[in-house]
């Protein structure tokens, strides 16, 4: 079964610092890879979504990951975080039947000045 | 112009009321599905549902049932509410099944269970 996994459910970083959350997932089956962020009260958007073309992703505001396939990683990363980066970011992968996602319990991202 | 639109925003009812939850998607997707988000903001997937199938996760209760007037909607009607229904309830579409495609999502709902 497919599912993925968040390592750190807290990630702190000062403006202009690099931004990395983790997120390893677990499939029979070639994955589906997305990452979504979540502001207060509000709905998820898609940052970015991994399809088995290029294997480094690039998303919007300036967020980007790289699916590794050695690693089953598909870490995000933004090279200078700001203050409005700060949110719930979520990773997920499509299960094998493509009727949901399933997702990762979620990283808080805390951006100081 | 909204692409998913869930009403109410919040919902406040005593244990054992029925409620609906309405979602509307204007974006000509063919599936829709319906996610509940908990206390430590952990999503999980409830149904997904297109013209044709309705696929049911088995660890929801018969208590919740979506119902699809039409392609562009599909609500959620809770009987007999819990305390342990509180959450967040949130509508999504997609194109189609298949996976690859990304799931747009509504504003949520937060229901509170007195």
């Known amino acids: 079964a497919q599912s993925v996994t968040q390592l750190g459910s807290h990630v702190s970083v000062s403006e202009g610092a690099l931004v990395l959350l983790r997120c390893n997932y677990s499939?029979?089956?070639?994955?589906?890879l997305f990452w979504y962020v979540q502001y207060p009260n509000q709905g998820l958007q898609l940052l970015l979504k991994?399809?088995?073309?290029?294997?480094l992703v690039k998303g919007i505001n300036g967020f980007e990951a790289e699916f590794k396939k050695s690693e089953t990683s598909f870490h995000l990363t933004k090279p200078s975080a700001h203050m409005s980066d700060a949110a719930e970011y979520f990773c997920?992968?499509?299960?094998?039947?493509?009727?949901?996602?399933?997702f990762g319990k979620g990283t808080t991202l805390s951006v100081s000045s | 112009d909204t692409a998913v639109s869930q009403t109410p925003k919040y919902l406040v009812t005593q244990m054992g009321n029925d409620k609906s939850i309405k979602c509307e998607q204007n974006?000509?997707?063919?599936?829709m599905y319906w996610y509940k988000q908990d206390s430590k903001k952990f999503l999980k997937i409830m149904f997904s549902?297109?013209?044709?199938?309705?696929?049911i996760n088995e660890t929801v209760p018969n208590r919740f049932s979506p119902k699809s007037p039409d392609k562009a909607h599909l609500n959620l009607h809770i009987n007999s509410l819990e305390l342990g229904d509180s959450a967040v309830y949130f509508c999504?579409?997609?194109?189609?099944?298949?996976?690859?495609?990304?799931?747009?999502f509504g504003p949520g709902t937060r229901l509170t269970v007195l």
């Open positions: 999504a579409s997609s194109p189609r099944g298949g996976g690859y495609n990304e799931q747009f």
């Open positions: 499939s029979s089956v070639p994955p589906y």
């Open positions: 991994y399809t088995s073309a290029a294997t």
């Open positions: 997920a992968v499509s299960n094998q039947a493509g009727t949901a996602l399933i």
């Open positions: 974006l000509g997707h063919d599936t």
């Open positions: 549902y297109n013209n044709k199938e309705l696929i």
